[in-house]
């Protein structure tokens, strides 16, 4: 059996290499063959308009919270309905990837979004922009399944966990250039002006995704019979492997949708002061992100899964343990060593998901989205209830508790492993 059914750690080199023999048989796309760079390229904007839209509001809460006269609490919302309402659409929205086609689901998705962007500017209330945001969550939820699931069809095995970390970098891209942008233009003009041009950059990726992704080549449509489906999700939950990827991708998104939250309440407040435009340029520790999720091949090559499970773990923790200082440089250095072990851990589950499930890879990678934009909608809100009640310091104690969890989770994992080794032997 592979590493990846076993539970044993997955070796990835971190330049894919491919055989003579194998680029006559293989027709999937890889690193410097044809279609490769389009196709990498149109996933990379499609993360990028994924992540801007679906984060839009978290750099622009503080202004939020002025206008409505709500507490970080209540304004968090405007996030967690959006990442709730992919959660809870990504694993219907992967059902009809598997009957109508990747490509069609990823454009139709983003085509709703991108619309309802145009939209949010306009929310006459509170309630009314988090209704709004969950509709957009939710159509969006068409992107995350079925881009992993385009990618395990699409691109020769060697190549997956390298194609699957430059769509992660997008996502941080995205994420990072999104509250960049709102955070200067909404110290100009407001957080309504900022999120419109979000929206018209997205409408801007949303088209040149559709005009490069090149059609799918290795596409089987499948059933939408809701029997069909449910046997398959039940199989993926019983699998023990993919419920811990499950987890672990829930907890890392726990420690960095509060931590993301609630950072802009904490810089405007002593001792920091900060001006908003500043707030949303700390955002550009994103980039950390982008070169971990592109990397994180090198890193299961170095260490192994677990290895490298461990190691964003680590880091993830000392960065959460630095942002408690009350001075800006080891906050910024905080933030950088938080961001590069989530999109590394992210990384490194995700691509382990779509190597581990052999059938139903669509459903498979959308209840590990699920789990993760869950993760998120907790964060957001226990991380913004934790503020209020303990400042940052009960931020951080969240974030570290879900550290904890995947560091266990991974634990176990080992441990299971080697006695499924012992068994065989």
């Not at 942002?323 to 691509?351: C, K, Q, R």
Request: charged share 10%.
């Amino acid at each position: 059996m592979s590493p990846a059914s076993t539970g044993a750690s997955t070796v990835v080199g971190a330049v894919p290499s491919v055989s003579v023999s194998e680029s006559t048989t293989d027709s999937r796309m890889a690193p410097g063959g044809p279609g490769y760079r389009r196709m990498s390229f149109a996933l990379f904007l499609a993360g990028v308009a994924t992540f801007a839209l679906l984060y839009s509001t978290q750099a622009l809460l503080p202004l939020i919270s002025g206008e409505f006269g709500v507490a970080a609490s209540e304004a968090s919302w405007t996030v967690a309905a959006a990442t709730g309402g992919l959660a809870v659409f990504v694993l219907p929205m992967s059902a009809l990837s598997e009957r109508f086609g990747r490509r069609t689901v990823m454009t139709a998705s983003l085509a709703v979004a991108v619309t309802v962007g145009l939209l949010v500017p306009l929310a006459p209330s509170l309630g009314w922009l988090v209704v709004l945001r969950a509709v957009q969550g939710a159509a969006l939820a068409g992107l995350p399944a079925s881009a992993t699931a385009y990618l395990a069809e699409e691109v020769r095995p060697k190549a997956l966990i390298t194609a699957i970390g430059l769509f992660v970098a997008g996502n941080s891209v995205g994420g990072m250039s999104g509250r960049v942008i709102t955070g200067w233009v909404a110290q100009e003009w407001g957080w309504r002006v900022a999120l419109g041009v979000i929206g018209v950059i997205a409408v801007a990726c949303a088209v040149a995704f559709r005009l490069l992704l090149p059609a799918p080549k290795h596409f089987r449509a499948g059933s939408l019979r809701p029997g069909v489906l449910v046997r398959t999700v039940r199989d993926h939950l019983a699998d023990p492997l993919l419920c811990r990827l499950y987890a672990i991708g829930a907890l890392f998104m726990t420690v960095f949708g509060g931590v993301y939250t609630v950072i802009g309440y904490r810089l405007t407040e002593a001792p920091f002061g900060l001006p908003q435009g500043v707030i949303g340029s700390i955002f550009l520790v994103y980039l950390v992100g982008t070169v971990s999720a592109s990397t994180a091949g090198r890193l299961v090559g170095r260490l192994g899964r677990r290895g490298a499970l461990y190691a964003a773990g680590a880091t993830t923790a000392t960065g959460l343990l630095l942002s408690l200082a009350g001075s800006l440089p080891p906050v910024l250095l905080g933030l950088v060593l938080i961001t590069g072990g989530f999109f590394a851990g992210h990384a490194v589950a995700s691509s382990a998901v779509s190597k581990t499930a052999t059938r139903g890879r669509a459903q498979a990678s959308a209840l590990y989205q699920s789990a993760y934009y869950i993760g998120s909608s907790a964060g957001s809100t226990v991380g913004a209830v934790a503020f209020h009640a303990g400042g940052w310091a009960g931020t951080v104690g969240v974030g570290l508790l879900a550290v904890a969890g995947v560091v266990t989770i991974t634990v176990f994992g080992t441990r299971a492993a080697r006695m499924q080794r012992l068994a065989a032997a």
